[in-house]
């Protein structure tokens, strides 16, 4: 079962920032929050992942709280091309011992960007 | 740096038939993993392979079964195809087990 809970849909309208939260109360130590987003019918994109400190790369920033019990993805400038579901996952990165390679989607965030 | 690759991208079949689907990973990746997207379920994991070993396995019928070559490239085969296996199927590589993963376009499977 997924290990996050994400709105079922937000919109936002082109030329804002877009705000996604997730919450993972029962987030572990050793688990980094991973990011995806998927455009209808195609593979998933990686986004953005980390760990306890806040991220930024060229598409998006992510920020998670102290407690790292919820993040918020944050698309700085949201244009058309970023209407998509938006995945939040936690897993395991470093080799734990068990074993756990698998991405375990939920049902994620529809982002509508309105013209 | 040329993405995952996926063929055929799409296939219609009928039931009871069988179906080789086929990934290329990213140069250099070696773990391979394989999900199953369909509207009902959602996005849900196959099987990994890294180092052409099979190391984890989704709650999947034996009729899903997959490979990996020496070179990393990857193949599912999905045998006697029921209606309910019309699905995106949905290739990632990494380069290794915990490192970020990275998606192909799919192959879209239709059973008929």
């Known amino acids: 079962d997924a290990k996050t809970t994400q709105p079922p849909s937000m919109d936002c309208a082109e030329g804002r920032a877009a705000n996604l939260p997730c919450n993972h109360s029962?987030?572990?130590?050793?688990?980094?929050v991973y990011w995806y987003r998927q455009i209808h019918s195609q593979g998933p994109q990686y986004i953005i992942h980390?760990?306890?400190n806040n991220e930024t790369n060229e598409m998006a920033s992510l920020i998670i709280t102290e407690d790292r019990k919820s993040s918020t993805l944050i698309l700085p400038h949201a244009t058309l091309r970023d209407t998509a579901v938006y995945y939040c996952?936690?897993?395991?990165?470093?080799?734990?011992?068990?074993?756990?390679?698998?991405?375990?989607f939920g049902k994620g965030t529809l982002l509508t960007v309105n013209p | 740096k040329a993405g995952v690759t996926q063929t055929p991208r799409y296939l219609i079949k009928t039931r009871g038939q069988q179906v080789t689907l086929s990934c290329s990973p990213i140069?250099?990746?070696?773990?391979v993993s394989w999900y199953q997207q369909t509207p009902g379920q959602g996005l849900q994991f196959l099987f990994e392979?890294?180092?052409?070993?099979?190391?984890n396995k989704g709650n999947f019928p034996g009729r899903f079964s997959g490979r990996q070559f020496s070179n990393s490239r990857s193949e599912m085969n999905v045998s006697t195809l029921e209606l309910g296996d019309s699905a995106l199927y949905l290739c990632?590589?990494?380069?290794?087990?915990?490192?970020?993963?990275?998606f192909g376009p799919g192959t879209r499977l239709t059973v008929l």
């Open positions: 392979y890294f180092s052409e070993t099979q190391r």
């Open positions: 996952i936690v897993w395991i990165r470093e080799n734990s011992g068990g074993s756990n390679y698998k991405l375990t």
């Open positions: 980390g760990l306890k």
């Open positions: 029962t987030i572990s130590g050793n688990e980094y």
């Open positions: 990632a590589s990494s380069r290794g087990a915990h490192n970020e993963q990275f």
């Open positions: 140069s250099g990746h070696r773990s």
